[in-house]
């Protein structure tokens, strides 16, 4: 069958440039068993990274990004899944070293996919996507480490940094939905009315996390925290947290490097948990998928979510690497 996919294409002088075209069934890569016909990829910060050959993430051109995809199962040589089957796949370089969900027809593993789980629609699976499973697990860490909405431990609110973009208003609207107070962390003051809509109760300038400080340890202000920038405000937000508190360290937006000592962890018992979505065991992520489904708000997804076509998604990988997404963009291949 011929279908349509964004092929991004390295060219001579080494520029990374990417046109919608048709290709076949026999195009894809071999080696998956699950034929899945499409129904919505989704943006995220790697999606751009992998359209514009940043962080080397892509080997091998011509590619076909898209890191997650929600689609029907067309054809199946493993007898987990049979045509007609709703899948999610998120995760193992799927869209990175292999060919992804930005086509109407894509070809993975088995090992790969989740089934839809009840209660969502294949759109809201995959504007919640990556981001939203990620949201998902960093609230399911700062929980088993003892967060609970009564403003336990400590008595601050709960911080996200970079929450204006993907993970991060997904984090607001669902630790909000929750019970939780939140703190939302934006550079960009445009969006506070956004976030506030989202259920933020408070709005905190980038500014004043990004100012470096020479004492490891201040006021504690925060009962925990999503951390989608590192780099110096992440250096600066650990001294912050309330006695006892986790911070769940999902992104580096803003740097991969931090600076902090050992007194927080010493003298505060401060959790730093690492968050990733990618090598999440099959159980793991049936439950983080189910908690979405329960967790997310999904009458504000039509103030999260923008639909773009497989056209426009050179464009928008510029403007999520420029820090410009608000939400989430929604890719529909078939329109
Ligand atoms: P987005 O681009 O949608 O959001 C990132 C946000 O970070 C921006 O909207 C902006 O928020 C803020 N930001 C951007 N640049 C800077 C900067 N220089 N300094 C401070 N803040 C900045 O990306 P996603 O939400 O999709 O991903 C967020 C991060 O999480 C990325 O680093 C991504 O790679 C990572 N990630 C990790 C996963 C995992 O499994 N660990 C899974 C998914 C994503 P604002 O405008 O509000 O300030």
């Given at each position: 069958m011929s279908f349509r996919a964004l092929k991004v294409t390295q060219n001579d002088d080494g520029s990374i440039t990417g046109d919608v075209a048709q290709i076949n069934d026999a195009d894809l890569p071999e080696g998956g068993e699950v034929l899945v016909d499409v129904d919505y990829s989704n943006l995220n910060y790697k999606d751009g990274l992998c359209m514009t050959g940043g962080g080397r993430l892509v080997r091998d051109y011509p590619h076909i990004p898209g890191v997650d995809m929600v689609g029907t199962v067309?054809?199946?040589?493993?007898?987990r899944y049979t045509p007609g089957d709703k899948v999610v796949v998120t995760g193992w370089r799927y869209g990175e070293i292999w060919w992804g969900g930005y086509a109407q027809r894509t070809r993975v593993k088995a090992d790969w996919c989740v089934p839809l789980a009840e209660g969502l629609t294949p759109r809201q699976a995959m504007s919640l996507g990556t981001a939203g499973l990620t949201a998902t697990l960093a609230i399911m860490a700062l929980e088993n480490h003892g967060l609970t909405p009564d403003k336990g431990p400590g008595k601050g609110d709960v911080l996200v940094t970079g929450a204006a973009g993907g993970v991060g208003s997904i984090a607001v609207a669902m630790l909000a939905h929750r019970g939780y107070s939140v703190a939302a962390v934006t550079g960009r003051p445009e969006t506070a009315e956004y976030l506030t809509s989202l259920g933020a109760s408070k709005i905190v300038p980038r500014e004043e996390l990004a100012e470096a400080t020479t004492r490891p340890m201040e006021s504690a202000l925060w009962a925990g925290c999503i951390d989608n920038v590192g780099g110096a405000s992440l250096s600066r937000l650990i001294g912050q947290m309330d006695y006892g508190a986790s911070v769940a360290a999902v992104g580096n937006a803003s740097g991969i490097k931090i600076e902090t000592t050992v007194l927080p962890f010493l003298l505060r018992g401060v959790n730093l948990l690492g968050i990733d979505s990618v090598m999440q065991p099959y159980d793991n992520r049936i439950q983080a998928w189910k908690n979405a489904a329960a967790w997310m708000?999904?009458?504000?997804l039509d103030d999260v979510v923008t639909e773009a076509r497989l056209e426009d998604m050179m464009d928008y990988a510029q403007a999520i690497l420029k820090g410009q997404i608000k939400g989430r963009v929604l890719v529909n291949p078939n329109t």
């Amino acid at each position: 069958m011929s279908f349509r996919a964004l092929k991004v294409t390295q060219n001579d002088d080494g520029s990374i440039t990417g046109d919608v075209a048709q290709i076949n069934d026999a195009d894809l890569p071999e080696g998956g068993e699950v034929l899945v016909d499409v129904d919505y990829s989704n943006l995220n910060y790697k999606d751009g990274l992998c359209m514009t050959g940043g962080g080397r993430l892509v080997r091998d051109y011509p590619h076909i990004p898209g890191v997650d995809m929600v689609g029907t199962v067309a054809e199946s040589s493993d007898d987990r899944y049979t045509p007609g089957d709703k899948v999610v796949v998120t995760g193992w370089r799927y869209g990175e070293i292999w060919w992804g969900g930005y086509a109407q027809r894509t070809r993975v593993k088995a090992d790969w996919c989740v089934p839809l789980a009840e209660g969502l629609t294949p759109r809201q699976a995959m504007s919640l996507g990556t981001a939203g499973l990620t949201a998902t697990l960093a609230i399911m860490a700062l929980e088993n480490h003892g967060l609970t909405p009564d403003k336990g431990p400590g008595k601050g609110d709960v911080l996200v940094t970079g929450a204006a973009g993907g993970v991060g208003s997904i984090a607001v609207a669902m630790l909000a939905h929750r019970g939780y107070s939140v703190a939302a962390v934006t550079g960009r003051p445009e969006t506070a009315e956004y976030l506030t809509s989202l259920g933020a109760s408070k709005i905190v300038p980038r500014e004043e996390l990004a100012e470096a400080t020479t004492r490891p340890m201040e006021s504690a202000l925060w009962a925990g925290c999503i951390d989608n920038v590192g780099g110096a405000s992440l250096s600066r937000l650990i001294g912050q947290m309330d006695y006892g508190a986790s911070v769940a360290a999902v992104g580096n937006a803003s740097g991969i490097k931090i600076e902090t000592t050992v007194l927080p962890f010493l003298l505060r018992g401060v959790n730093l948990l690492g968050i990733d979505s990618v090598m999440q065991p099959y159980d793991n992520r049936i439950q983080a998928w189910k908690n979405a489904a329960a967790w997310m708000p999904f009458d504000k997804l039509d103030d999260v979510v923008t639909e773009a076509r497989l056209e426009d998604m050179m464009d928008y990988a510029q403007a999520i690497l420029k820090g410009q997404i608000k939400g989430r963009v929604l890719v529909n291949p078939n329109t």
